[in-house]
């Protein structure tokens, strides 16, 4: 399986995907989704899951890993940016801006993608695709770890993208 993204070019996520670009909701939070694309996804397939993940905001976020979106029971191997706002055909997690260091935003403003916002310097963002056998009983603003429960032992193959967000 291979995952790639127009908006990730020579390893740098485009400003528009972030806190430099144009589209914030009402508490600040970046909202304009990077566009994904799959190929070679193993035979049984049912659907995929998605985490953007930032290893890199451990230091300033009080120990943990930012989590920018997470997706899933997603049927289709294309999501065109901007996607997490308007879509309906798969289900969003909570992301870390429900977080006190993201200012408390509420379950249904953090249930999209939370853009990429680094505090300190550039990070590095991963993107973990994973190709699952079925489909997950989840419902939009599903927790993190709910996400992982659901998926073990039906993760038929992982890919992972990464890209560098400037500060």
């Known amino acids: 399986m291979v995952v790639t993204s127009k908006g990730i070019v020579n390893g740098l996520i485009e400003d528009k995907y972030g806190k430099h670009g144009k589209h914030f909701n009402e508490n600040g939070m970046p909202t304009y989704s990077l566009p994904l694309k799959i190929e ?11 985490v953007l993940e930032d ?14 979106w997470t997706a899933a029971n997603i049927t289709r191997t294309e999501i065109m940016e901007n ?3 308007t879509a309906t055909d798969f289900v969003q997690g909570l992301n870390s801006w429900i ?4 200012g408390r935003q509420s379950r249904e403003l953090s249930s999209f993608y939370g853009g990429m916002a680094p ?21 939009n603003g599903f927790f993190y770890n709910e996400l992982y429960r659901r998926m073990d032992g039906h993760i038929l193959e992982t890919y992972t993208l990464k890209g560098e967000y400037r500060n």
């Open 119 to 139: 505090p300190d310097s550039p990070h590095i963002y991963e993107i973990h695709v994973y190709a699952l056998d079925i489909m997950l009983e989840l419902k």
């Open 99 to 102: 977080s006190k260091q993201g």
């Open 83 to 85: 996607e997490s706002q």
């Open 55 to 68: 290893k890199d905001a451990f230091p300033v976020s009080g120990g943990f890993s930012w989590i920018h």
């Open 40 to 50: 070679d996804a193993p035979e049984g397939t049912k659907s995929f899951a998605v």
